[in-house]
Each structure stands twice: as structure tokens, then as C-alpha cells.
């Protein structure tokens, strides 16, 4: 199976400090999201990059938040100075779009982060 | 902005039972709409999906119509198992940037 991996699954830190979390989308699909989802709530839009570039950010996405995809593959999700508040599921999906057309999305298993 | 709205859980039914969860929408454009599923511990699984007013979306003996007029896209089982419990999220999408706007999501328990 070549699904959509996330890695870690889990991740406990401590208020202050700095985490990555990493994605590796299914091989072929040139576009990656990511969204974050808080216990008892859907999942909401973070960032989305078409191969390297990266297209969009949600204004959920603080200066503290940053991700990369270089080189159009995996992609990196960095949280500085981790807050209580961003503790949450962190999903990661692709998909292969083409301009002007919506795709299915296809998710990982999400990194589920706690900020003590 | 655009917004999905569905029905607030758990929604509780025994197997057997016929299962309508709701989910209404705001949108500009023509969007596509979702439905996806989560079973316990498990990540979104994508159920099926409509890109057009009237498009019926089905999978798993799952349905549901992209309904305009009435800015609907209610899901549809006729006979829920007990492995159907899981929570169920309505999606759309925004034609703009791709992203997904999804619902609360609900939560379904089929008891035997």
C-alpha cells in the first residue's frame, strides 16, 4: 500500500518548545494540504503547495507555523514555540490535480500533537 | 465565506435501520462535495463525492445527491450495519485554491 504516510504518529512536547512533522504523499500526485483537527471538529484548511510551490496559507497558519516541500516531494510541517493551543491532529493529504479541477483528497493517518 | 453545516451526533440507530445524516452548504461558484468517514482509530477515508448539481455520489451502499436548489447533500444508507459506526464528515470544495471546507462531522453508533 502507498498511501499517504505521516510521521511521527504521536508527539508530546513542552510549551516553548519546536517540533517537524513530516508527510510523504502517494508518489504521483503533484498537489499536498495540510489541516489541523481539534477533538469533536472537522478538519480546517492550514496550507496546500502545487509540487514546490507553495499556493496558499490559512490565516490559522501563524508566523510560528512554517512548511516547506522541497523539491516537489515530502513535505515539512515546523511548529516554533509550541503553544497549549496547537495541540491537535495534524493531517496531511494529496492529491493529482489539474489546473481548474478538484481532485479527491487523499489523508494520512495525521500526527497527533499535545503541547504540555 | 463558504460553510458546511450537518446534523450534530451522535446519531444512534439500531442495525437495519435506514440512516440519513443532513449536511447543507454556502457557497460561490460550484463546488464539489464530500463525503468522508472515520472509523475509530483510523484515518479519513474519502466515501464518495459529487462535482455537479444532481450527481449522486454512492459507495457501500452509501448515497447522496447534490442537491442545488436546496444547497443539500444528505447521506443515505437504507440498511446500517453495525461496522458503519464511525463519524462521518460532509466536504466541500473551495474551486479557488482546492483546499477542503468540511463540516463537524458526525457521529454514528449502530448497535446490534
Known amino acids: 500500500d502507498t498511501g499517504v504516510s505521516q510521521n511521527p504518529r504521536h508527539k508530546i512536547t513542552k510549551r516553548g518548545q519546536n517540533v517537524t512533522f513530516r508527510c510523504d504523499p502517494i508518489?504521483?500526485?503533484?498537489?499536498l494540504y495540510w489541516y489541523r483537527q481539534t477533538l469533536g471538529q472537522g478538519p480546517e484548511f492550514l496550507t496546500y503547495f502545487q509540487n514546490e510551490a507553495q499556493l496558499e496559507k490559512s490565516r490559522l497558519l501563524s508566523d510560528r507555523f512554517s512548511a516547506e516541500r522541497p523539491k516537489g516531494s515530502f513535505s515539512t510541517l515546523e511548529i516554533q514555540r509550541t503553544e497549549q493551543g496547537d495541540s491537535a491532529m495534524y493531517l496531511c493529504a494529496s492529491s493529482f490535480g489539474l489546473a481548474g479541477l478538484m481532485e479527491t483528497q487523499y489523508f494520512g493517518p495525521g500526527t497527533r500533537l499535545l503541547v504540555l | 465565506g463558504d460553510s458546511v453545516t450537518q446534523m450534530e451526533g451522535p446519531v444512534t440507530l439500531s442495525e437495519e435501520a435506514f440512516l440519513t445524516i443532513n449536511c447543507t452548504y454556502t457557497a460561490t461558484g460550484y463546488p464539489s462535495l464530500f463525503w468522508y468517514v472515520q472509523y475509530p482509530g483510523e484515518g479519513l477515508q474519502l466515501l464518495l463525492k459529487?462535482?455537479?448539481a444532481d450527481d449522486k455520489g454512492s459507495n457501500k451502499g452509501f448515497e447522496a445527491t447534490y442537491r442545488k436548489e436546496t444547497t443539500s447533500f444528505h447521506l443515505e444508507k437504507g440498511s446500517v450495519q453495525v461496522s458503519d459506526s464511525a463519524v462521518y464528515f460532509c466536504?466541500?470544495?473551495?474551486?479557488?485554491?482546492?483546499?477542503?471546507?468540511w463540516g463537524a462531522g458526525t457521529k454514528l453508533i449502530i448497535k446490534p
Open positions: 466536504a466541500l470544495s473551495d474551486t479557488r485554491n482546492y483546499q477542503l471546507i
Open positions: 508518489s504521483e500526485h503533484n498537489r
Open positions: 459529487a462535482t455537479k
